[in-house]
């Protein structure tokens, strides 16, 4: 039993992280033509703590919103509150986890959720999303883009990265104590407006850049690095993502998708995760 509650606090803990009304507004301002007469669902916010709650509702006139919806989860019982711009409702539900049957029916009203998700149930979340063809406006942490299935879902270009990126954010937590924590970026299905930098600065030097050990790529260690005119396979840095021009560059895959040791090495030593891509013209 003892036991039992702490690892259900660890897990707690991990995940109790709400995001502050500043870090939604930096974000979701370059958004606000999309939520016209919009269905938003956040499934992951209490409507009485979350400030994306209070943001939407705050805004809904302004915005023309359809309707706001908020579920959270409360494993001995629930409730989902709903607002169409005149009165609210709420209806009690069993434990409001995002992957419930009843969650799942306020999921296919909605036209975009938009949240901060579990931190450790990241990629479950993220699939639910995908599966039932969401819009969506999700925010993370870089690394999250590290496991298997989401860089494959990134590659395919099922969401983009938003334009906050990698960012060190202060969070509230349960604790009344706030706490930032780097690698904070969102994640997204809608439009973004085109924001590609130019990053081709320096030309490439034979002397200056090295091959790993146990990948045929060069080895780039920041954006800037990146040799205009080198044509074989590079490893950058995974905040390259944020960066990248698919008319531009290739993604020939992540370092663990690419080799059976999961990171390169570069004379012996073992490097963070790497991105290999190569110039397409
Ligand atoms: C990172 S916090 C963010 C909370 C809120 N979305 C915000 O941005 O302030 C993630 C929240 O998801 C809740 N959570 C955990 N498991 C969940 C589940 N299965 N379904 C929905 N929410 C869950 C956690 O209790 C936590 O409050």
Not at 16 to 35: A, G, N
Not at 91 to 114: M, T
Not at 136 to 153: A, D, W
Not at 169 to 195: N, R, Y
Request: glycine share 4%; proline share 3%; net charge positive.
């Amino acid at each position: 039993m003892k036991n039992q509650k702490l690892t259900q606090a660890k897990i707690n803990a991990y995940d109790e992280f709400y995001t502050q009304r500043k870090t939604i507004e930096k974000e979701l301002k370059y958004y606000t033509e999309q939520f016209r007469n919009k269905v938003i669902y956040l499934n992951c916010d209490n409507p009485l703590k979350s400030k994306f709650w209070q943001y939407f509702y705050d805004n809904f006139h302004n915005f023309k919103l359809k309707e706001l919806i908020s579920s959270h989860y409360c494993e001995n019982g629930s409730f989902s509150m709903s607002y169409d711009g005149d009165f609210e409702k709420v209806k009690s539900l069993k434990n409001g986890s995002f992957n419930d049957i009843e969650c799942f029916e306020l999921l296919e009203r909605a036209d975009i959720v938009i949240t901060n998700p579990p931190f450790s149930k990241f990629r479950e979340f993220l699939r639910v999303l995908l599966v039932m063809n969401k819009d969506f406006l999700i925010l993370g942490q870089v690394n999250m883009l590290s496991t298997k299935e989401t860089f494959k879902h990134y590659k395919m270009g099922l969401f983009k990265l938003g334009y906050n990126f990698n960012l060190n954010t202060p969070f509230d937590t349960p604790f009344k104590k706030e706490v930032a924590m780097g690698g904070i970026c969102w994640m997204t299905t809608l439009k973004m407006q085109e924001d590609i930098k130019e990053i081709n600065f320096i030309e490439y030097d034979e002397q200056r850049y090295r091959k790993y050990d146990n990948y045929d790529a060069i080895n780039i260690n920041s954006i800037r690095e990146i040799p205009k005119d080198y044509k074989g396979k590079m490893g950058v840095p995974i905040t390259y993502l944020k960066y990248h021009n698919p008319r531009e560059y290739k993604i020939v895959g992540a370092d663990f998708e690419l080799i059976d040791e999961h990171r390169f090495i570069l004379d012996g030593k073992r490097m963070y995760m790497r991105v290999v891509i190569e110039k397409i013209c």
